[in-house]
């Protein structure tokens, strides 16, 4: 084949991506081992992790806890983000350098300080149910990640055809609703999956704001690593693996990686 | 439509923003500069004498600054190589790099616990071949956070660079070459220095990431190797320390702040491109 | 024997199709050679590998004597101009001419005395300090030149240089690249698709189609008798008619009319070709060969002409003829095709 090949660099390159992928490889195999710790190279094949896994409550209703939060905080972020984003896509740049640089502001804060003072004012000071902490705190953690990507698709937006709606007979609202939500909706769609899967995968905030009897799933799992250490862990994390890469086939199906890549 | 519309749309947000972000950080922080006397920067004071604040500091920066070093070195090539295939190629190494930072932190710690543990793989094929008679203490050291790190973060450079390499045309470096550069040299003395702009984005992002990570540590450090953000954590929920968890807080927020408009300013300066 | 050879050049990319295949190319020193053709020619894959960017599945390259189809790009001190000019956007005009010279080891004084000449006679004195885009598109061309010509490369190799300029800037520098070319006597491939271009400057011209070599000559010679149907499109032949020889320089049409052409190469397959300019039409018939009857379609005004198409039995010609005395779209009309201006490929 004609063409030239650059040995060296495929070589570093191939060595780097093993390096990301073996471990998580391991991971996978281990789920599947019969001893009770886990061991590797695996002796024997079973299933019966993943069936304990299912079987277990307190990781099925964390799951269930973690899967309910990130929709939760992804659809109030954006209920406020989307509003906000298409105000500040419309006004003048005096203001909106300003209020874009409020709303990207939770991104300079660490989230484990976020988590700490959400605990002491939410937990402590208002005695906040749980769930509620916990929406309210994966809210602040996703709403920049809206603003930033339907910030982006709006800037893209030629307005002039929510002009020749009103021209043609939409009030503002409708206009919006007819014209500017459909053409912004692949944006939308990549804020929505990037917000779920952050929520679902964050850990300072829900560390901080869960509770006794409401745990979010990486939080149940990072309790019982610090105690246990059998292939229940390493199965739990196939499904969290699986899952990541059926979101990823609904995107790349959608939108195309690439637009996560932002 | 006029602006007081506008302004509506906006207001939940900054009202949402405003109380539960803002209000709960001045809370959390305005205790700190108090202290029996009143108004006071003595418990920031206490702060930097202390010995025990200070080696975690400093273990904090320190790893810092090896991972954003190891995660360049390793993530230029490795970027590099995927900005030059074609784009089916392209497209899955892409996805391949994209996937680790979708999976769960505690996921891919986890595979360090099973790598690096007294019964854990490592271990397991040393003892095996030979090559040492008791299982080395690899996990919860310095080490296992560090990897751990790295793990976390090289995937993140790699798409930061990938972003900023694309932006350079082949046929530069073809130029390069046909002037008698050979290829590492045509790396080093032309998509190095073009790359810069993303070789200093995704270092703020690991620099900073990595100071205010708390899951790694935590699960590779235990309590005796302890960051940043474990310290945090344990001031504010096993002791009670609210002011010592909020100075902290306060002090990574400022070194974050420091970070990024540093790096602000070395783009504007490279700008002149 | 020629300075520079390709021999039975063959590249593929996926084993099946080749993009170019058995091509023989013979440079003699000095020269402007032109490799002319549409996109997907092969024209521009054939530079590539006199630059050596791609290597050939089969066949040889050659260098006075030296074989160099396996040299590596960065060892053959070829200058390459590309289309987007390919400047180092972070270093100054002066580091961008003097980069290959600083490679090569040169002293700093040595880098200078030649940089410095090199940037006068490229018109580009006093830019020295300024970077590339703080520059206009035909500055930044005569520095992608003056950076090629600066480490006096064996060959210069320009891969259409002058695409991304506007019309009057690209008859300027086609001028200047002649006039470098011949004061530094350098051997130089040029590839275009702009065949008034390449043949203004070309020594020969190769022109190319689907990764062959068509026809290779001295561009006077190609303009006048162009080998086949494909060369003559390129050249400027709209008009194509079907004929069969009855004898030497003579022909039937397909109605039966006899046409005469002074060039005849005797090849089998007989095209005639005519050139628009080379028509002339009257309403009078002057009777005898070479005389096509027909009725005017449509006239567009061209300038300098009118641009005729008319319908006749042979099929559609196209005549430009001068506006002194314009016909109208409906008329009848003869058009002559001259002995001399018809062309037989």
């Known amino acids: 084949m004609a063409g030239r090949k650059h040995r060296l660099l495929m070589a570093v390159s191939i060595l780097v991506f093993l390096f990301i992928a073996v471990p998580l490889v391991m991971i996978a195999i281990t789920a599947f081992g019969e001893a009770s710790t886990i061991r590797f190279p695996i002796q024997g094949f079973t299933l019966g992790w993943f069936t304990a896994v299912f079987a277990s409550r307190s990781f099925m209703s964390s799951l269930l806890v973690s899967f309910v939060l990130a929709a939760a905080a992804t659809l109030l972020a954006l209920a406020v983000g989307v509003p906000a984003t298409y105000a500040l896509s419309r006004s003048s740049s005096h203001g909106k350098k300003l209020l874009s640089a409020f709303f990207l502001s939770p991104l300079f804060i660490p989230e484990i300080v976020v988590g700490y003072a959400l605990f002491k004012f939410l937990v402590i000071s208002m005695r906040l149910p749980i769930f509620a902490a916990l929406v309210v705190g994966h809210f602040l953690v996703v709403l920049p990640y809206v603003i930033r990507v339907v910030g982006a698709s709006l800037e893209q937006f030629d307005f002039s055809i929510e002009e020749v709606a009103c021209s043609l007979g939409c009030n503002r609202p409708q206009a919006f609703a007819k014209v500017v939500l459909p053409n912004i909706g692949s944006g939308i769609i990549a804020a929505f999956m990037l917000s779920f899967i952050n929520s679902f995968n964050n850990i300072p905030i829900s560390m901080f704001l869960s509770g006794p009897g409401m745990s979010t799933l990486p939080k149940t799992l990072m309790s019982y690593i610090e105690y246990s250490y059998d292939p229940s862990v390493s199965a739990i994390s196939v499904l969290l693996m699986a899952i990541t890469v059926a979101l990823m086939l609904i995107v790349e199906k959608t939108l195309g990686i690439a637009s996560l890549a932002k | ?273 | 024997m020629a300075y520079a050879t390709l021999e039975d050049i063959r590249v593929s990319y996926d084993g099946k199709t080749n993009i170019l295949e058995g091509l023989n190319l013979q440079i003699e020193r000095g020269e402007l050679v032109s490799l002319l053709g549409s996109s997907g020619c092969g024209k521009t894959t054939t530079l590539r590998v006199i630059a050596g960017f791609i290597e050939p599945n089969a066949g040889r390259f050659s260098l006075g004597g030296r074989d160099l189809t396996r040299t590596a790009v960065h060892k053959r001190n070829f200058g390459l101009v590309f289309q987007s000019y390919a400047l180092f956007p972070h270093l100054s005009v002066y580091d961008n001419v003097a980069f290959g010279l600083r490679l090569r080891k040169l002293d700093a004084k040595a880098i200078e005395s030649r940089v410095g000449s090199i940037l006068d006679i490229t018109d580009l004195a006093g830019l020295a300090n300024r970077f590339p885009k703080q520059m206009s598109g035909g500055q930044r061309q005569r520095v992608a030149l003056a950076r090629a010509l600066v480490i006096e490369p064996e060959l210069l190799l320009l891969d259409e240089p002058l695409s991304n300029l506007d019309a009057k800037l690209r008859l300027g520098m086609r001028v200047e690249i002649k006039r470098l070319q011949k004061r530094l006597g350098i051997t130089t491939v040029f590839v275009t698709h702009d065949q008034e271009e390449c043949f203004s400057i070309s020594d020969r011209v190769a022109i190319m189609n689907k990764g062959r070599i068509e026809q290779y000559d001295r561009p006077e010679v190609i303009y006048s008798s162009p080998v086949n149907e494909y060369v003559a499109r390129f050249i400027g032949f709209t008009n194509f008619i079907d004929l069969t020889r009855i004898g030497p320089g003579r022909f039937r049409d397909s109605r039966g009319g006899e046409v005469l052409a002074d060039l005849d190469r005797g090849a089998p397959s007989c095209v005639g070709a005519i050139r628009p300019d080379d028509i002339e039409l009257s309403t009078a018939s002057a009777s005898g060969a070479n005389e096509v009857p027909g009725v005017i379609e449509v006239r567009t005004f061209l300038g300098k002409s009118y641009q005729y198409e008319l319908k006749t039995d042979l099929g559609t010609l196209v005549a430009n003829v001068s506006r002194e005395t314009p016909f109208e779209p409906g008329a009848r009309v003869f058009a002559c095709l001259p002995s001399s201006k018809i062309v037989v490929c």
Do not use: H
């Open chain 2, 1 to 273: 439509m006029r602006k007081p519309l506008y302004a509506l749309l906006v207001v939940p947000g900054v009202a949402l923003l405003v109380v539960f972000l803002f209000y709960p950080l001045v809370a959390i922080l305005s205790p700190t500069f108090y202290d029996t006397n009143g108004l006071s920067i003595s418990r920031y004071l206490a702060f930097f004498g202390d010995p025990y604040y200070m080696k975690i500091l400093a273990r904090t920066l320190r790893i810092a600054a090896i991972a954003t070093l190891v995660c360049a070195v390793l993530g230029l090539p490795t970027a590099y190589f995927i900005s030059r295939q074609r784009r089916g190629v392209k497209s899955f190494l892409m996805a391949l790099s994209i996937f680790p930072l979708l999976t769960n932190s505690v996921v891919r710690a986890f595979a360090w616990i099973i790598l690096l543990g007294r019964n854990g793989v490592l271990n397991d094929t040393l003892l095996k071949l030979g090559w040492i008679d008791r299982p080395l203490p690899l996990l919860y050291t310095e080490f296992s956070i560090l990897i751990g790190t790295i793990y976390l973060f090289l995937p993140l450079m790699i798409i930061t660079l990938i972003g900023s390499m694309d932006n350079i045309e082949e046929d530069i470096t073809e130029a390069a070459e046909s002037l008698g550069a050979s290829r590492v040299a045509a790396f080093v003395k032309i998509v190095l220095p073009l790359s810069l702009p993303g070789i200093l984005v995704g270092s703020v992002l690991v620099f900073t990431g990595t100071i205010t990570a708390y899951t790694t540590p935590n699960l590779l450090g235990g309590n005796k190797n302890m960051l940043l953000a474990t310290l945090i954590y344990q001031r504010a929920m096993s002791l009670s320390d609210w002011t010592g968890a909020g100075i902290i807080a306060l002090v990574m927020i400022l070194m974050t702040l420091v970070v990024v408009l540093v790096m602000q300013r070395l783009a504007g300066a490279l700008d002149r491109r």
